[in-house]
């Protein structure tokens, strides 16, 4: 099966913050690309879901408030990781600047 999407996935093992509804949940990123990315969290969210996702720096990095950002997304999909209690989620970014768009390049090619 041919893969249609547009950008290449990177893929990282970097911890994330994940904005939603007042709530703080701790994740895990798996995969970024230029348009969304994909991470683990131990709750379920509904699809559609506005949230913000917070990049945050890896401890192997030399000056890690250069690498911590945040951009705002939409919940694509949320999946039940099999014998697992986290969620994969699909997050398509929805509002991107020149400067996160710098950070993400910055990311995926670390």
Same mark, same amino acid.
């Given at each position: 099966?041919?893969?249609?999407?547009?950008?290449?996935?990177?893929?990282?093992?970097?911890? &994330? *913050?994940?904005e939603y509804d007042g709530m703080l949940l =701790?994740?895990?990123? $798996?995969?970024?690309?230029?348009?969304? $990315?994909?991470c683990y969290i131990q709750q379920r969210l509904p699809l559609y879901a506005e949230i913000t996702?917070? !990049? *945050?720096?890896?401890?192997? *990095? %030399?000056?890690? =408030?250069? %690498?911590? !950002?945040?951009?705002?997304? $939409? &919940?694509?999909?949320?999946?039940? &990781? =099999?014998?697992?209690? =986290?969620?994969?989620?699909?997050? +398509? +970014?929805?509002?991107?600047?020149? %400067?996160? *768009?710098?950070?993400?390049?910055?990311? $995926?090619?670390?």
């Amino acid at each position: 099966m041919k893969d249609r999407r547009q950008y290449k996935r990177y893929y990282q093992n970097i911890p &994330v *913050l994940i904005e939603y509804d007042g709530m703080l949940l =701790d994740g895990k990123l $798996a995969d970024l690309s230029m348009t969304g $990315a994909g991470c683990y969290i131990q709750q379920r969210l509904p699809l559609y879901a506005e949230i913000t996702i917070h !990049f *945050l720096a890896d401890d192997t *990095l %030399e000056d890690k =408030d250069d %690498e911590q !950002f945040s951009c705002q997304g $939409a &919940v694509i999909r949320c999946c039940k &990781v =099999d014998n697992s209690h =986290d969620y994969q989620l699909g997050i +398509f +970014f929805t509002h991107l600047s020149e %400067e996160i *768009l710098s950070h993400i390049m910055d990311l $995926a090619y670390y």
